[in-house]
């Protein structure tokens, strides 16, 4: 298992952006499959946004697609979220996540139970 430290939420208007970063330490990123996840009030916790650390493959859902970047920085080993035109129903506490076993270059993992290691969440909330 790595140590996730999630930072970079805030409040922000509609229409605006915001970088979320994960630092990871215990395990080289390169080694990952990195993940996002987000939870709204009172709905399940849902996939945003995954890269693979070793070929940087990425995938979103279909809800960011066009408005979010997934990034890596082996040299930092931190992974960053950019969330531009944010909409109020982006509002949630979002959780950086690690798949640190069974790893497997090109495969990106999007399903919160293929993740073994979690950050504590940060909030980001839109207003319209």
């Known amino acids: 298992q790595v140590q996730l430290v999630e930072s970079g939420g805030g409040l922000v208007q509609a229409g605006g952006s915001l970088r979320l970063s994960c630092a990871a330490s215990?395990?080289?990123?390169?080694?990952?499959?990195m993940g996002w996840f987000r939870q709204a009030p009172g709905k399940e916790r849902e996939f945003v946004a995954a890269?693979?650390?070793?070929?940087?493959?990425?995938r979103y859902a279909d809800f960011v697609k066009g408005r979010c970047t997934i990034s890596g920085d082996n040299a930092k080993n931190t992974v960053y979220l950019q969330m531009n035109r944010l909409k109020p129903e982006d509002t949630a506490v979002y959780y950086c996540?690690?798949?640190?076993?069974?790893?497997?270059?090109?495969?990106?993992?999007?399903?919160?139970?293929?993740?073994?290691?979690w950050g504590q969440g940060t909030q980001v909330t839109v207003s319209s």
């Open positions: 996540a690690a798949r640190t076993i069974r790893v497997y270059p090109g495969i990106v993992y999007v399903h919160s139970g293929d993740y073994d290691s």
């Open positions: 215990g395990r080289t990123f390169s080694s990952n499959n």
């Open positions: 890269i693979s650390g070793s070929d940087f493959s990425t």
